[in-house]
Structure formats: C-alpha cells, structure tokens
C-alpha cells in the first residue's frame, strides 16, 4: 500500500464528518457574502459619481451662458407671449422698440436661466431652478434641500448632491452656489449684497432610476458569478470527501478562475471609468479653449463671435474690440495690401457658402505686424438659408520659417554657404534638360584645391575652415549670377555654366580661377597658400548623360593634377589612356 493511499484512508473518516466541512463552507460563504457587498457598494457609488458629474456638468454650462450674459450686460429678445417683459427686472432701458417697430425687451442672467430651464425641462428629463434664500422672484423661492444647500453655501461649502425620493421616484439632486460678480450688482446691489457673497445657487434634478437601472445588468451579473463560485466550492467540497486529491485540485483552480473574474472585472471597471473620464475632460477642454482662433461671421462678414485665441493672435485685448467690426478691417485693416491678388477669401464664403482650407494667406494685428496662417472657413446655414460662416485659423509662421530652414539645411553646404551636392546635382539636371530641349550647351567644372592638406595640417582645423570659406567667395566671384558653384565636400568644389559654347573662353575662365586662388589668404594672422586644379567637360559633345559628364569632368581634373596642378584640362583634350571607356566596356567591367 503506498503512503498517500494510506493517509487517504486515515483522513476518509474526517472528511465524512459534515461538521469538519461546516467551517470552510462558512468561511467561503462570508467571504462571497463579503466581495459581493463590496462590489456592490462600488457599483453604486459609480452610480452616484455619474449623477454629480452630470448635476456639474449641466451646472457649468448653465452658469457659462449666465456669466456670457451678464459680461454682454444682457440682451434683447423680442416681447413674445413666450417672452414678456421682467417684472422682476428694476433697469433703465429696460423694454427698447428697434428702428423696425419690434418691441424688445433686456434679458438678464436670471431671465435667461428661467427661459433655458423651461427648454431643458420640456425636452428632457432634467430640471434646472435657479433660486435664493432673498429671490426677486417668488417662482425662484427655494425648497427645503435647496434652503439647506444655500445656508452650507453661505458657510464654505462649495457643493452639494444627493439621491432623495419624491412622490415614489428616486431622483439624483445638484447644486452649486452663485458667487455676486460686478455685473451682478446691477439687479442685487439693493437687497445687500457685496461682491463674492452667494446670492443663490443653481440646482439640477433628473430621475435616477434609469441611471441606476442601467447598472442592474452588472449587479445581476455579480450576483450569478459569485453564486456560481459559492456553488461550485460547495460541490468541490462534497466531491471531496470522496477523492481528496481531486477536491484539492479543483480548489485550487476554481480559486485561480475566481481570482482571475475579479482581477478582469475590477480592471474593466478601472479602464470605462478612465475611458469616460477621459472622454469628459475633452469636452471640457473643447467647451473652455481651443488651440485655434475661431471666429464667427454673418453673411455681411461682421465678427459675431471671437475666442481668446483669435482675440489673441490678432493681437487685440479684449473680444469686444472685434465684435460687429467688418472681417477684412479686423484681420487685413484699413490700407492693407497683404492680400493684393484680391478679395479676402473669407468673403467668399459669407455670401456663396464655398468652403475654403488655404495656407499661406496673411493676417494683420493691431501693431501692424503681419503672420502667416492656415485657414479653414465653413459656411453655416439656418433653415436652409446660408446664415454666415465660421472660420478657424492659426499662425503658421514658425512652421514655414522652419521648413524653409530644413529645405536650406538640405541643399546648402553649412561651412561655405554654398549649394551642396544635392542641390547641385537637381540644378545640373536642371541645365541640362534645358540646354538639350534649347539645343544649347553647357560646361561643368571640377575644382580641386592643391596644397589645402598642408595648410590644414599646419595651421589647425579652423584655420582650414576659414580657408574653405575665402576660397569659396573667390571662386564664387568668378562667376555669372546665372552660373551654379557648389561645394561637394572637402576641398572639392563644382562650376555649372550655361550659354558658353566657346571651350577657350570657359578654359581662360578656369585660369582666371586659378590665378584668383594663387592669391595669398591670411589665416589667423599668417599666410598660406594654395592653388587649384581644374577639369572641364562640356555638355552635349563630351557627354549626354549626367553621370558620364561628372566623370568626364573627373577625369579632366585628375590629369590636370597629374600634369603638376595649378592647372587647367578640358576632357576634349585628353590622350586615351584617361578618357572614359565606352559604355560597353564599362558594363564588362
């Protein structure tokens, strides 16, 4: 009999008494009774973080479009049955009648928070009432949770919610206190109150019912999972009275499948809270700011809207320089010339709705200062009928300063200035598809300075860049405008030349070269100096392809070394033995 069959048998007559099994099953009872409160606590506490989130968010919209209002010192709404005059509402110039004949009358923060909450109520199930402990308005008087809030408001509290039942539904409560600004004391001023004391609070209510029932999938869910797992280790347990290896086994991987439910449960959970969360903080942010000036137009192009950005970049101080003001004087001003091909392209868009993405068009500030931007104007309509456009747009002028830097970094050699062997070789493709398509010709030259070694070796490094440098001006100098100079690397410099047919004229060019390098340089207060060796080839008779004339220029530099430099070779005038094999042999080669 092996050992483990022996110790089976002697812990069999444990494992049939139930009263050995009552404490593990009592022990595994709490704690499924244990992760099943605390998931449902959590669950519900999701639940009511929803609901304060979107009492706040509905609270800071409302309270935007007040403080809109109360900046703009109110507006005015034509008198509709909808509409009729605040009586409430103790101002100068209070009703007005326009030029039309249309009776208007002022609308203020107060007025407008009644009339949007009557939309929000009538078209969804939100309920916002603006209220005080001291209301103008007997309809803005506060219930008994809302009294409570003000006074916790008036002692520091800057919030409160709840989830309070009336009439047999659960509703979900927000509110936030209204801090007296300056344009607030206009209407408030005479019942006492002073700058930053709470004059009132906005409260948001919506039933909970469908919020909470929405997490009743998840509770359900919980309760089967935990059940499943509570059922199955009581089976396991029973099993394993009979086979103690098996039930042990079992255990340990319904323990693992367990933790392994809780352990993905718990980070989906994290990962929708961070999701929403996330989601949330965005719209904020696109609500709040914009990284783009963003201006609104009507169809007579008049700036009906202006966010701090475009107030910004147009280098103004406050939106309400641009409001109403014609958009070509805004971002062109009065004189201005920095769109001389035109109309504004903006124009277009107000009074035929043709959308436009543009860059490179120039706007004007205020000092004067004029910047480049990328625009985007889209035209909006109301009820079919185009209404205006909208327009962003941001300065782009550091990013074309920086591609033009990046195009010069590319094609321009650091040391001399001049262009480098990209640039020269787009340039020599250039020439030469001109000169073939004109029949004309075309000579290139390779310069090679001699002797810049044993300057460089003896005079140091910097000395041997300033060298590059002045050389590079004289050799620069000795050519056309028209002609191309570049530096190829090193001490190698190249020379394209067009409308030169005469060889002699570009060779008596090559010896002016060499005698302009003959010339002494000072370097660090001693003199050097150095001389050239030069090969020319010419387009189309020594060559048509651009590579075989780089190598026959090549080769008319390298014999005009081996004839003792300072000298001066066309590949015309080369013996055999150094001119290029035909382009069989190099093929073989």
Not at 9 to 25: I, N
Not at 327 to 342: C, I, L, M, T, Y
Request: charged share 25%.
């Amino acid at each position: 009999m092996s050992r483990s069959t022996h110790l089976r048998k002697r812990l069999a007559p444990l494992l049939l008494d139930r009263r050995l099994w009552l404490l593990p099953a009592l022990a595994w009872t709490a704690m499924v009774g244990a992760s099943v409160a605390w998931n449902w606590w959590s669950i519900d506490q999701h639940a009511r973080e929803m609901a304060v989130e979107r009492g706040q968010f509905v609270f800071r919209t409302v309270e935007s479009v007040r403080l809109w209002n109360a900046g703009h010192g109110g507006v005015y709404a034509q008198v509709t049955p909808d509409t009729p005059p605040n009586p409430y509402l103790d101002v100068p110039h209070r009703d007005i009648t326009s030029t039309a004949g249309q009776r208007l009358t002022l609308i203020n923060p107060a007025y407008m928070t009644r009339q949007l909450s009557g939309l929000i109520r009538e078209h969804s199930d939100l309920r916002v009432h603006l209220t005080s402990l001291k209301p103008l308005n007997p309809a803005n008087r506060a219930d008994a949770w809302e009294a409570a809030a003000l006074t916790a408001f008036e002692q520091g509290e800057k919030e409160r919610s709840a989830l309070v039942e009336e009439d047999g539904r659960l509703i979900a409560r927000y509110m936030a206190p209204l801090v007296t600004q300056p344009p607030c004391l206009d209407c408030h001023a005479e019942q006492g109150y002073q700058l930053g004391d709470v004059r009132g609070g906005v409260s948001v209510s919506f039933p909970a019912e469908s919020l909470l029932h929405s997490l009743g999938a998840q509770k359900r869910n919980l309760l089967l999972v935990h059940l499943a797992a509570w059922l199955l280790l009581l089976a396991v347990g029973a099993y394993a009275s009979q086979r103690i290896r098996s039930q042990l086994l079992q255990l340990r991987r319904a323990k693992a499948e367990q933790d392994r439910v809780v352990e993905r449960r718990t980070r989906e959970l994290r990962e929708e809270v961070a999701t929403r969360a996330r989601a949330e903080a965005q719209v904020r942010l696109l609500i709040e700011s914009s990284g783009e000036g963003i201006i609104g137009l009507d169809r007579a192009c008049r700036c009906t809207l202006a966010n701090p950005k475009a107030v910004s970049l147009l280098g103004y101080a406050d939106a309400s320089e641009i409001m109403g003001r014609d958009f070509r004087e805004v971002a062109h001003r009065q004189g201005d010339k920095s769109n001389p091909g035109g109309e504004c392209p903006v124009v277009a868009v107000c009074q035929h709705g043709v959308p436009i993405h543009t860059e490179g068009q120039l706007f004007q500030r205020v000092d004067g200062s004029r910047f480049s931007v990328e625009l985007r104007a889209h035209p909006l309509f109301a009820e079919g009928e185009l209404a205006g456009a909208v327009l962003t747009f941001s300065d782009i002028t550091r990013r074309q300063e920086l591609q033009e830097a990046i195009w010069h970094q590319a094609n321009y050699d650091s040391l001399t200035g001049l262009p480098n062997r990209n640039l020269f070789r787009d340039r020599l493709e250039q020439a030469q598809n001109k000169a073939a398509r004109e029949g004309d010709s075309l000579a290139l030259l390779f310069i090679d300075l001699d002797r810049f070694k044993a300057v460089n070796d003896a005079l140091g490094h910097e000395a041997g860049d300033e060298l590059l440098r002045q050389a590079a001006r004289r050799i620069e100098h000795c050519f056309r405008a028209s002609d191309t100079v570049a530096r190829m690397g090193g001490d190698e410099f190249t020379a394209v030349l067009v409308g030169l047919r005469e060889p002699e004229a570009v060779r008596a060019l090559g010896m002016k070269l060499i005698r302009e390098l003959e010339r002494p340089f000072t370097l660090a207060g001693q003199e050097a100096t150095i001389s050239a060796s030069i090969g020319i080839a010419f387009f189309p008779d020594d060559a048509r392809e651009i590579g075989d004339l780089m190598r026959a220029a090549d080769r008319a530099m390298y014999a005009a070394k081996a004839a003792g430099r300072a000298a001066c070779r066309c590949y015309r005038d080369l013996g055999p033995a150094d001119r290029l094999p035909p382009a069989d042999d190099d093929a073989t080669a």
